[in-house]
């Protein structure tokens, strides 16, 4: 089998840690055909992983993960070989909401009294777009005393202050994954919905009814489906004429249960993507 990996992120990932070289030399040591490093929101990887990739004999597959809302829930897409020239374009709706919310995160966080202001977070941030655990790691460096006794500081955190009723909780407003699937069809991008069963699974209709919106395929196998949900799933693929693809969704320390390699499904996953570039939603 020739092995693929489609969904990983890099430093260019506000949660990513590895940079895009290190990333192509541990899977081409692992044998790996092809990679696609979807950082969030974000092409920041690219070219240096396009020319990593060179060197190394293995092929990249330009890719993002972007975050769209569906049904009031954060929902991920992850869209293959999308221009990072024209990326831009596309993910500006969802940068200026993930600024915004920052901003009132920060705003919300300073008057309950955290030294914090949102150059620095937007500095830290860059070249990506600023999240939330970055916001943490600068408040447990200026106020070490409230992070005392937690094992998980940055979800804990999170969940106390930024969750409902939080005291800097601020309503998200995202922006709906019909329109990031028509976007990036229009750009003669492939979208691909990812790990589907995490957080809050998706059904049959979920999965009908994007499919009618331009879906193109599903994320069946990643780290955090179970055989059942990784055999519900590509079930529905076959279904509704859905690319099936796979990725370990790593990011690094920040989730040490995911490991490079760990993942991978046959190049021909890659070969189905390429097929659907520039195609109807309708088939």
């Given at each position: 089998?020739?092995?693929?990996?489609?969904?990983?992120?890099?430093?260019?990932?506000?949660?990513?840690?590895?940079?895009?070289?290190?990333?192509?030399?541990?899977?081409?040591?692992?044998?790996?055909?092809?990679?696609?490093?979807t950082?969030?929101?974000?092409?920041?990887?690219?070219?240096?992983?396009e020319?990593?990739?060179?060197k190394?004999?293995?092929?990249?597959?330009?890719?993002?993960?972007?975050?769209?809302?569906?049904?009031?829930?954060?929902?991920?897409?992850?869209?293959?070989?999308?221009?990072?020239e024209?990326?831009?374009?596309?993910?500006?709706?969802?940068?200026?909401?993930?600024?915004?919310?920052?901003?009132?995160?920060?705003?919300?966080?300073?008057?309950?009294?955290?030294?914090?202001e949102?150059?620095?977070?937007?500095?830290?941030?860059?070249?990506?777009?600023?999240?939330?655990?970055?916001?943490?790691?600068?408040?447990?460096?200026?106020?070490?005393?409230?992070?005392?006794?937690?094992e998980?500081?940055?979800?804990?955190?999170?969940?106390?202050?930024?969750?409902?009723?939080?005291?800097?909780?601020?309503?998200?407003?995202?922006?709906?994954?019909?329109?990031?699937?028509?976007?990036?069809?229009?750009?003669g991008?492939?979208?691909?919905?990812?790990?589907?069963?995490?957080?809050?699974?998706?059904?049959?209709?979920?999965?009908?009814?994007?499919?009618?919106?331009?879906?193109?395929?599903?994320?069946v196998?990643?780290?955090?489906?179970s055989?059942?949900?990784?055999?519900?799933?590509r079930e529905?693929?076959?279904?509704y004429?859905?690319?099936?693809?796979?990725?370990?969704?790593?990011?690094?320390?920040?989730?040490?249960?995911?490991?490079?390699?760990?993942?991978?499904?046959?190049?021909?996953?890659?070969?189905?993507?390429?097929?659907?570039?520039?195609?109807?939603?309708?088939?």
């Open positions: 089998m020739r092995k693929v990996d489609l969904h990983i992120h890099s430093k260019y990932s506000s949660d990513g840690e590895l940079s895009p070289g290190d990333i192509a030399a541990k899977l081409a040591r692992l044998n790996y055909a092809a990679l696609s490093i950082d969030h929101d974000s092409m920041g990887a690219y070219p240096e992983i020319e990593e990739g060179k190394l004999g293995l092929e990249v597959i330009p890719g993002v993960e972007i975050t769209t809302g569906y049904r009031g829930r954060e929902t991920h897409l992850l869209g293959y070989f999308l221009s990072p024209v990326a831009p374009l596309v993910l500006n709706p969802v940068l200026q909401s993930r600024l915004e919310l920052t901003r009132k995160r920060v705003e919300k966080l300073k008057r309950l009294g955290f030294n914090i949102m150059e620095e977070v937007l500095r830290r941030s860059s070249p990506s777009p600023p999240t939330a655990p970055i916001i943490i790691e600068i408040l447990m460096e200026r106020h070490p005393e409230k992070f005392e006794g937690m998980d500081p940055i979800r804990e955190f999170y969940r106390a202050y930024f969750l409902p009723p939080g005291p800097a909780y601020v309503e998200r407003v995202y922006v709906p994954i019909e329109t990031m699937v028509e976007k990036l069809r229009q750009r991008a492939v979208p691909v919905l990812a790990h589907p069963g995490a957080y809050f699974p998706l059904e049959e209709e979920d999965i009908k009814y994007l499919k009618k919106e331009g879906l193109q395929g599903i994320e196998k990643n780290t955090y489906h055989p059942e949900q990784e055999y519900f799933y529905l693929a076959k279904k004429s859905l690319v099936p693809t796979c990725g370990s969704d790593f990011h690094g320390s920040r989730k040490p249960e995911v490991h490079l390699g760990d993942v991978a499904c046959d190049y021909r996953v890659v070969e189905e993507l390429k097929l659907r570039r520039g195609v109807s939603g309708e088939f």
